[in-house]
């Protein structure tokens, strides 16, 4: 049964997130060449698992359709002008839009994958550049060291949390832990950090939009707190803050996260924003988040924790 119907619930759009450090003698492009080959046999793997899920579906639903007709052919309940081959085909389209509604069909399906590589240069805004050494911080926090070996967040984005177990099976079972492009990748990891967030608010573009070589952009990342406040509360005023700013100012992409209970270290709270590159877009979308009330002024830019790093796939 489809829970998330039932409990009249919605979906919930999930992004699994692995922060990882290459070593200290790992180059950038190294690293990068075996994570994208590692995110290209995720994304086969799952398209794969997709049409193997489509192909049983349709099997298990003609079979139990050439059975329920012969069991009604049995009982006499069919008329004896009655096509057996039409009856078949009839309750084998119902059987398929009844698994649409309630089967695990409408919940699989990744939405997306993307890598981001974190800068290591400062910006040259004195007020920006302490906010980039903050950021460094709480990395180091986290266990990396920023500025000895690129620093990269890989992002999965799915729908519904069935979708754990499947990409556990694609990773574990069919391609490997210790072999292929994630044996590969794994020799030059120095160091990881796994997340996992439920989607609360978004504008403009997905986070996983395909990526257009000739757009520049940056990725700009807060990662904070709510404080004494109710969540639902909160929610509501960092969404509202979003609308806001999404108002005076070029957002391409904007996304509010909640990390999912008990999945993850670090701060409970993301935004994630993609914007043109540029330090002056910058100090625009800061100036703007500080100057939107007290969430944003105190919270987000004060106390909150900003990265920086632009999409390489």
């Known amino acids: ?133 903050d950021g460094r911080e709480y990395m180091a926090s986290l266990g990396f060291t920023p500025g000895q070996g690129p620093l990269h967040e ?43 967030y439920n989607l609360n608010y978004q504008l403009g573009e997905s986070l996983t939009s395909d990526l257009v070589s000739d757009a520049l952009a940056q990725e700009v990342t807060f990662a904070f707190s709510k404080g004494p406040v109710r969540y639902s509360d909160f929610r509501r005023d960092v969404s509202a803050l979003m609308e806001h700013v999404g108002k005076q100012i070029n957002l391409i992409h904007a996304s509010f996260w909640q990390r999912k209970l008990g999945l993850g270290t670090g701060k409970e709270f993301v935004l994630r924003l993609r914007i043109p590159a540029g330090e002056d877009a910058l100090r625009e979308v800061v100036g703007v988040i500080a100057d939107a009330g007290r969430v944003g002024k105190e919270t987000i830019v004060k106390r909150g924790k900003m990265l920086l790093g632009r999409r390489v796939l």
Do not use: C
Request: hydrophobic share 40%; aromatic share 8%.
């Open 154 to 196: 890989a992002w999965l984005l799915f729908r519904g949390s069935l979708h754990y177990d499947v990409m556990e099976h694609v990773v574990r079972d069919r391609m490997g832990i210790y072999k292929g492009s994630h044996g590969d990748h794994i020799e030059y990891v120095g160091r990881t950090s796994f997340g996992t």
């Open 1 to 133: 049964m489809d829970v998330y119907r039932a409990l009249n619930a919605d979906v919930p759009q999930l992004l699994f997130t692995v922060l990882h450090q290459a070593g200290p003698t790992i180059t950038d492009s190294d690293f990068t060449r075996t994570v994208t080959a590692l995110h290209q046999d995720i994304r086969e793997q799952v398209r794969a698992v997709g049409q193997e899920l489509q192909q049983w579906l349709q099997q298990q639903a003609r079979q139990e359709a050439e059975e329920t007709a012969r069991k009604l052919q049995r009982l006499g309940l069919l008329a004896e002008t009655a096509s057996i081959e039409a009856v078949q085909q009839a309750v084998e389209r119902d059987l398929r839009h009844f698994a649409g509604r309630v089967g695990s069909e409408s919940l699989l399906g990744m939405q997306g994958s993307g890598e981001e590589v974190f800068f290591e240069t400062m910006p040259l805004d004195a007020d920006l550049a302490k906010r980039v050494v």
